[in-house]
T-cell receptor, first 116, second 115 residues
Framework: NAGVTQTPKFRVLKTGQSMTLLCAQDMNHEYMYWYRQDPGMGLRLIHYSVGEGTTAKGEVPDGYNVSRLKKQNFLLGLESAAPSQTSVYFC???????????????FGQGTRLTVV | QKEVEQDPGPLSVPEGAIVSLNCTYSNSAFQYFMWYRQYSRKGPELLMYTYSSGNKEDGRFTAQVDKSSKYISLFIRDSQPSDSATYLCAMSAYRLGTSYDKVIFGPGTSLSVIP
């Protein structure tokens, strides 16, 4: 059972470089999310998707773009990396968000990104 | 004021102790309350989930919600070294007819259970 898989697990970027983080889930979930986790800040939602072909902004979307071309994949792009984007990035997925009993989100293991 | 506040710890207790982890929040619309456990260098995993006020028990874990005080707690009885992790509270305000209800996470409390 793979669950939610993130690629890569670690990355160091120079300021201004671009990169794409890949998230793949094998649970046939409709909803997928990208969070960033910073010390003392908790998890903050960057972008999310409620289904294939859809994306929406979360709390901290600036500097990031996303795409959901296939139901199982959710890509997070950084077009021009900045040191403020140094963080641990988590992808998550859930079956549904619109019902009270299905609010569990399954998380990947995270991508540690450092921008120098 | 942050929507969800949580003492970051670190909290260190001896094995077998009762642990109390707490969060306060400011948004009275929150109805769904969750506790996630996150081991070092891993993603969070859902531990407990409660709706509105009251208690919920699952083995050694008890989640408590007091909406009048805007305060939630997680109690761990007979704590074990394997409970050493960061505990994140999370909450949301579901709106009927909306496609997404935002989940707000607390910053997490780091717990160490010493053998």
């Amino acid at each position: 059972n793979a669950g939610v898989t993130q690629t890569p697990k670690f990355r160091v970027l120079k300021t201004g470089q671009s990169m794409t983080l890949l998230c793949a889930q094998d649970m046939n979930h409709e909803y997928m999310y990208w969070y960033r986790q910073d010390p003392g800040m908790g998890l903050r939602l960057i972008h999310y998707s409620v289904g294939e072909g859809t994306t929406a902004k979360g709390e901290v979307p600036d500097g990031y773009n996303v795409s959901r071309l296939k139901k199982q994949n959710f890509l997070l792009g950084l077009e021009s990396a900045a040191p403020s984007q140094t963080s641990v990035y988590f992808c998550a997925s859930s079956y549904s968000i619109a019902t009270a009993t299905n609010t569990e989100a399954f998380f990947g293991q995270g991508t540690r990104l450092t921008v120098v | 004021q942050k929507e969800v506040e949580q003492d970051p710890g670190p909290l260190s207790v001896p094995e077998g102790a009762i642990v109390s982890l707490n969060c306060t929040y400011s948004n009275s619309a929150f109805q769904y309350f969750m506790w996630y456990r996150q081991y070092s260098r891993k993603g969070p995993e859902l531990l407990m989930y409660t709706y509105s006020s009251g208690n919920k028990e699952d083995g050694r874990f008890t989640a408590q919600v007091d909406k009048s005080s805007k305060y939630i707690s997680l109690f761990i009885r007979d704590s074990q070294p394997s409970d050493s992790a960061t505990y994140l509270c999370a909450m949301s305000a579901y709106r009927l007819g909306t496609s997404y209800d935002k989940v707000i996470f607390g910053p997490g409390t780091s717990l160490s259970v010493i053998p």
